[in-house]
């Protein structure tokens, strides 16, 4: 058995926790000491409602479950990020979401952590929408701007915090992806990205980073950028994900990089067609 096969089976047998129909239930209950006004240009108003209802982890009550397994990714992360691991990581705060394979829950996935971070762990988090070829960062969180990481890795934005979007999540900041570029999956592979990473580890050691990214198989340059983070989750969707893309996905990945998989739209019974849940993490090591 393969480390990443025992890992998942690791997985697996943890995902016990069930949620009830209570906790499908949306909820527009946020912490407003939490929410800012907005105050210049680049700050971003997202819709907290509308986020609450589509699923998204808003300081919801509601969702208990959820929000405890996210909890324990988020530990992790952090523990590896600012922790004693930290020290034999490169770059512990920049972590990667990733997958195998397009539409296993990136997104979901990078917006949700980065929202239960802010939110919770009083953490600064810098969301980056690095899906340059398919952003979808600005769609699901319902904002548009003009530039963004491919503006900088053109070279035609100068310094990174002009790309900086804050929002009404005071912890939240965001990079969006700019606007689509016939290059764009080959700036990040560029040298101008590596020395971003080493800008965003060493300006911002007590943020996390978040780079909701490509998926591993078929685009190359995702391997790369993998190699510039200290962290990477993979997404993997249950009952959905094939064992043999995973290995594919993971088997060229550094060494040093700490791995976690995060199983996605688990469905635990019939009952529960709708309950997309079930998060784990296993790691590599
Ligand atoms: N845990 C979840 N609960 C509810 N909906 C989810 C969950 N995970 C993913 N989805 C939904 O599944 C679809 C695909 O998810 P998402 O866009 O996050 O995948 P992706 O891996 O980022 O895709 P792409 O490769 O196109 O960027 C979206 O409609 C998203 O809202
Ligand atoms: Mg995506």
Redesign the pocket.
């Known amino acids: 058995m393969s480390i990443i096969e025992k890992a998942l089976a690791k997985q697996k047998n943890k995902m016990e926790v069930t949620v009830d129909d209570e906790s499908q239930q949306a909820s527009s209950e946020v912490s407003v000491d939490k929410i800012k006004k907005p105050s210049n240009n680049r700050t971003l108003t997202l819709d907290i409602e509308n986020l609450n209802q ?2 998204f982890l808003v300081d919801n009550a509601n969702r208990k479950s959820v929000n405890e397994e996210f909890r324990q990714i988020k530990r992790k992360l952090l523990t590896n990020a600012f922790g004693l691991a930290s020290k034999t990581l490169n770059h512990s705060n920049l972590i990667m979401i990733s ?1 195998s394979k ?8 990078s917006i949700n952590l980065a929202l239960s971070i802010a939110l919770e762990q009083d953490k600064t988090v810098l969301l980056i929408d690095a ?1 340059v070829l ?1 952003p ?1 960062i600005d769609r ?1 969180l319902g904002f548009e701007t003009n530039s963004g990481l491919v503006e900088y890795l053109l070279g035609e934005e100068d310094d990174i915090s002009n790309t900086i979007c804050s929002t009404n999540i005071e912890k939240l900041k965001i990079i969006p992806a700019g606007q689509p570029h016939y290059l764009s999956n080959e700036l990040l592979a560029s040298d101008r990205m590596v020395s971003l990473a080493s800008e965003l580890a060493n300006r911002y050691p007590d943020r996390i980073v978040i780079f ?1 990214s ?2 591993l198989i078929g685009v190359s340059e995702t391997l790369v950028l993998a190699n510039l983070m200290g962290q990477a989750l993979i ?1 993997v969707e249950e009952s959905k994900t094939l064992l043999s893309d995973i290995n594919k996905a993971t088997e060229n990945l550094n060494e040093d990089l700490a791995i976690g998989l995060i199983l ?2 688990a469905i635990r019974s019939h009952k529960d067609l709708y309950g ?2 079930g998060y784990g993490y296993g790691t590599k090591n």
Do not use: A, W
Request: net charge neutral; no cysteine; glycine share 8%.
């Open positions: 589509r699923g997958s397009p539409n296993e829950g990136k997104t979901f996935v899906d398919r979808s699901e909701d490509p998926p997404v996605n739209k997309y849940y």
